[in-house]
């Protein structure tokens, strides 16, 4: 007999209760959409990801035509979602701790321009940022007839930025397995290292022992001559530029955009780790004779990182999030793409569900990476 005063058993009841609510509603919401489907003659299912897509999607960072299938369309869309805010989170943190170790500068001149730079950034909303970029992009910019010739072979216009572009017609995917090897063998030398400094006490030339396990393996490839490549040099022409590499001026304008906006983020947060830490730490360092420069750099960052990483992973989940406003200026991204698609097929459930649990699955493989490296660079006691 199941006894109702066993707060455990009570707790494991209410918990069952809540679960089934749901499922029933959702059964229900489910049920009454496909109903209304049926009634409109509206086809459901995920089938069409195997149908044609038949539409152009102007940035594609992997071969694709319009006859191609509307799964390769959603995986361009992906990509671009994915491309745009990688760099954005990248360029937005470098730009952001410098801003951050700004705003704590003596300096009361450079104090303040940090602070207003930072202000200026988290006060506005980044959809009109991202209006005002697009803007300036193709009303600054001359037009492709007049197009400004940085170097030979780079051209800019409102059209954008034409260079030259290098594919490899030989060896590609082998100088990219150099390259990953290259990488891991350096984390794992500069860890051996790391060890065999704490455990000695003496210096040695790490860096330049991991720089050269990170670059040899793909520079003696390169050399041994079993890796072609092709220049694509853009050439100008009366109405366009063709060839080479083009970057969209809606790229530009969504990586300015989000950049700028996680850069003011991130110094706030930079900011506060450091001065999270306390002054006595600062003080230990001049006493033993370190500069200022040295003491943030070998004290009191590694110390404020560990408490900078937490929210700092809701910013980059916020980056991918925000991403999705480049329908607004044009770029193809995942929601953009899905639109299209949903306007061709007319399978709109599907289709927002499907970059529903794109962006879901995203943002757990973000906060999953984070939480691991929170947990590399926490303060552990024996």
Known sequence: MINFHDQR????????????????????????????????????????????????????????????????????????????????????????????????????????????????????????????????????????????????????????????AVTFTQGGSLLAMTVVIGIAAALILRQALLARRLATGKASHSGLIVLAALILPSLLLLVSGQVSTLIDVPAAGRFRITGGAQIKPEFVALLFGLSLSVSANVAEIVRAGIQAVGSGQWEAASALG??????????????????????????????????????????????????????????????IAIFMGVYLAISIAVSLLMNWYNAQVALRTR
């Open 9 to 164: 058993i009570r707790a494991w009841l209410y918990q069952g209760a809540a679960v089934t609510l749901i499922l029933l509603i959702g059964w229900s919401m489910f049920s009454t959409a496909s109903g209304n489907l049926a009634r409109q003659n509206i086809a459901t299912g995920f089938s069409f990801l195997w149908q044609q897509a038949g539409f152009v999607i102007s940035e594609i960072p992997i071969s694709y035509e319009p006859t191609d299938s509307v799964l390769l369309a959603l995986t361009v869309g992906l990509l671009n979602t994915v491309k745009v805010s990688l760099l954005a989170a990248f360029f937005g943190t470098v730009i952001g701790v410098l801003v951050g170790i700004a705003r704590l500068s003596p300096n009361p001149l450079l104090g303040r321009l940090a602070l207003l730079y930072v202000e200026m950034l988290r006060n506005v909303p980044l959809l009109l940022y991202l209006f005002l970029w697009y803007t300036l992009i193709i009303v600054v910019l001359p037009p492709v007839q007049k197009a400004i010739t940085l170097l030979p072979g780079f051209y800019l216009s409102n059209s954008g930025l034409a260079l030259p």
């Open 290 to 351: 370190l500069t200022r420069q040295r003491t943030m750099r070998l004290v009191v960052l590694p110390q404020a990182l560990r408490l900078i990483i937490p929210p700092l992973t809701n910013t980059y989940l916020t980056v991918f999030k925000n991403s999705s406003l480049a329908i607004a200026i044009g770029y193809p991204d995942l929601v953009m793409v899905s639109n299209t698609v949903m306007n061709k097929t007319g399978q709109a459930i599907e289709t």
